[in-house]
């Protein structure tokens, strides 16, 4: 709890404290799903593991910072080197330094965020799609549903395209290729016909561009046949995609969009059209709220709203069944796959990455908490490799990918029941509540504020696992062939 009440300062006050390390960072790695690169970060630092009031008290929102680094305590920290683990990988041919890469959008517009974002680190960027068009936004053109301590759950934007010329932004990107030859450009195209296809495409390759991604999937478009109009027709991706592959001799990633029924469809279509690599998924349209006041969806734009793409951690379920059916389709199995959707730690990154991805796109959580994020998807990728005996990204790349089956092929006869740890159990009665009115009725709760489970009832859905807020409640024993004894 204490964790989720920092808000990841900007030269966080506590950092006054302590000289050799970072509570601000160490923080933001436990936040990030990187406890043990947390501790790693401690490392025999005794200090931070006494009592210090002071570092509390310099904290602008009195996060109890000693509570946080107690819990480090009794993580192991075993020392083993990861400097030497080797993240690098590859983006249809083109080599990467590490799998991360900022998507195509606001956070890799202009040149000197694309140079800030690859000296914290970042292996490449996708540019601000480029474009013919002349682009003017609204204002405010952002919404986002939010958790209890403020974070994004889901982000909604209504924002378009680049709005600098083409030449401006063939300009940056010959100048990132001229400052850092290792980072990778891709530079994100749309056009409006065959002609600026073509055009756009042979810019980007004159100007250094390693790849080149063809926006098919952008939801907020006003222009007939652009955005994600033309990720919906496969014939439409097939021509245009065949197009730019006759215009560059680079590789070439189709962007498909998820406001579709199978994604295979188009994409299939766009490697008939000469496409090495599928970039999968752009923005999902949709609303986020409305404002029950003005009667108005946000963004409210003097009075006025429209549908708007949708992205963070909640369209990541839909990105990952996206990535898994292309994946296992043989009509694309020889195809590079590059993920986004969703994408805030380093567990959610391998998971694209099981999946089939051998690399990750990024922009919500940048959006959120800048470009340092980097910082910890590269420290847990490092350990995960370590703990997993990983040598190389690609050791892990697409390994689970076969372990997605038709619902009518998995295996029924086993039931999997719960089992409760009355020592972490708080005796809510939330496993009770949830089991009665939305269950099997299989949990009774006793004078004493605890639960039992009545194994005759019990179908192992596992939703009281699920619900408890203490994670007191495990997978247990099993029954076979309908024998009813827990």
Not at 53 to 68: A, G, R, S
Not at 347 to 357: H, I, P, Q, R, T
Request: net charge negative; charged share 25%.
């Amino acid at each position: 709890m204490e964790v989720h009440k920092c808000v990841l300062c900007h030269d966080a006050p506590c950092l006054k404290i302590y000289k050799n390390i970072s509570p601000e960072r160490i923080i933001r790695a436990i936040k990030f799903d990187n406890v043990k690169g947390a501790r790693q970060l401690i490392g025999d630092e005794k200090k931070c593991f006494e009592k210090n009031t002071d570092c509390n008290e310099e904290c602008p929102l009195n996060v109890n910072i000693d509570k946080i680094l107690e819990h480090l305590i009794n993580v192991t920290d075993d020392k083993e080197d990861i400097d030497n683990i080797d993240l690098s990988t590859e983006i249809c041919g083109v080599k990467l330094e590490n799998p991360f890469l900022l998507s195509s959008s606001i956070v890799g517009s202009r040149y000197e965020m694309c140079k800030r974002a690859f000296e914290h680190g970042w292996a490449g960027v996708a540019t601000k799609t480029i474009c013919l068009m002349p682009i003017h936004e609204s204002s405010p053109r952002f919404s986002a549903l939010k958790d209890w301590n403020g974070s994004f759950i889901g982000f909604k934007n209504i924002e378009q395209l680049s709005e600098y010329s083409v030449e401006e932004n063939m300009e940056m990107i010959r100048k990132l290729k001229s400052e850092f030859p290792n980072k990778v450009v891709i530079a994100s195209i749309m056009g409006r016909n065959e002609e600026e296809w073509k055009y756009l495409a042979e810019e980007a390759t004159k100007a250094g561009a390693d790849l080149i991604e063809l926006n098919f999937s952008c939801p907020n478009m006003k222009y007939e046949g652009t955005g994600s109009d033309v990720g919906q027709d496969p014939n439409t991706v097939e021509l245009y995609t065949k197009v730019v592959r006759n215009s560059t001799h680079i590789p070439v990633l189709a962007k498909m969009t998820p406001n579709i029924t199978d994604m295979r469809v188009p994409a299939i279509s766009a490697k008939r059209g000469g496409a090495n690599g599928i970039a999968a998924i752009n923005t999902i349209k949709s609303i986020t709220n409305v404002d029950i006041d003005s009667l108005v969806p946000e963004p409210q734009v003097n009075g006025k709203s429209s549908l708007g793409g949708y992205s963070g951690q909640a369209v990541k379920p839909i990105a990952l069944r996206f990535i898994a059916e292309m994946a296992n389709c043989e009509d694309l199995n020889d195809m590079c796959y590059s993920g986004m959707g969703g994408i805030y730690s380093w567990k959610d990154a391998v998971e694209f990455m099981l999946l089939g991805c051998t690399n990750v796109q990024v922009t919500t959580s940048v959006m959120e908490y800048g470009y340092r994020i980097i910082d910890d998807l590269i420290l847990g990728l490092k350990i995960f490799m370590k703990e997993k005996n990983y040598s190389k990204v690609s050791d892990f790349v697409g390994i689970s990918k076969c372990n997605l089956i038709d619902n009518d092929k998995l295996e029924k006869d086993t039931i999997e029941f719960p089992k409760f740890n009355y020592e972490k159990c708080i005796g809510c009665g939330r496993c009770y509540i949830s089991c009665k009115d939305g269950g099997h009725n299989a949990i009774k709760f006793d004078e004493k504020r605890q639960p039992t489970l009545d194994g005759s009832k019990c179908v192992g859905c596992q939703l009281c696992r699920l619900v408890c807020p203490q994670n007191a409640i495990n997978k247990a024993s099993k029954r076979i062939g309908g024998v009813k004894n827990a």
